[in-house]
């Protein structure tokens, strides 16, 4: 059985309340959740799960489970565990997330500053970080920041866009990403958009408009391997 992921429609959903379809030593199950599991580069996001007799239980992470659109909400060590058919409240540290959306969100426009193939990337809630395939003399931080930001400063909405597997074989010049591929085995692919700036295979969380992302600053570039220049950012405020 699936989970509704919440997040995919509506990545501003702070709460909500689902019910408990399984629990085991690995997580909790529920049968809808707005927790993003880890993937992509970004992290699981933590919170909590509220009782009915206002217990909570904290979690520490999620994870994708073992069948497609599954997720696990792994608690805290120590905290109490759920009765499958429970009713939860869930309670996203939406603070950490908005950071991690923000940050995910500029990794993309980035992205399409420094136009060379992706090999890794990384986001935590107080600094993101792309490596790429490229010459370190081509790096330049004040050039990435500033033209960054120049995109940034253009305030566009951000889109979801669904194609199908095979669509997505025609046109694989959409994957810039050579460490990780898009997940398939559910027939489609979900897109980001940002119209006339990226469109790329994502599965990630995401702000409405780029103009939440706030400027951007260069912290470091440095070299991480043969193949490796790691360009790592943070938000302004």
């Not at 905290?79 to 908005?98: K, N, Q, S």
């Not at 706030?214 to 991480?224: N, T």
Request: glycine share 8%.
């Amino acid at each position: 059985m699936s989970t509704e992921l919440l997040f995919r429609e509506d990545a501003y959903l702070q709460t909500t309340h689902a019910q408990v379809v399984a629990v085991n030593e690995r997580g909790i199950e529920l049968d809808r959740t707005i927790f993003y599991p880890l993937g992509g580069g970004q992290p699981g996001d933590t919170g909590v799960l509220v009782r009915q007799n206002g217990e909570r239980i904290v979690i520490a992470d999620a994870r994708k489970g073992e069948a497609i659109d599954t997720v696990l909400h792994i608690p805290a060590p120590s905290m109490a565990h759920p009765e499958v058919g429970e009713t939860l409240t869930l309670e996203i540290d939406w603070a950490r997330r908005y950071a991690l959306m923000r940050l995910h969100t500029a990794l993309h426009v980035m992205s399409c500053v420094v136009v060379a193939p992706v090999t890794g990337g990384n986001i935590s809630a107080d600094k993101a970080r792309l490596d790429f395939d490229i010459d370190m003399s081509l790096l330049d931080a004040a050039k990435i920041e500033g033209e960054t930001n120049t995109l940034i400063a253009r305030g566009v909405d951000t889109e979801t866009v669904w194609i199908t597997d095979e669509e997505l074989d025609t046109r694989p010049e959409l994957v810039k990403t050579m460490s990780v591929q898009p997940p398939r085995g559910a027939g489609r692919v979900r897109l980001l958009r940002i119209p006339g700036i990226d469109l790329q295979p994502c599965g990630g969380t995401h702000v409405r408009n780029i103009a939440e992302i706030g400027d951007i600053r260069v912290l470091k570039i440095r070299s991480e391997g043969r193949r490796n220049r790691r360009v790592e950012i943070a938000l302004t405020a």
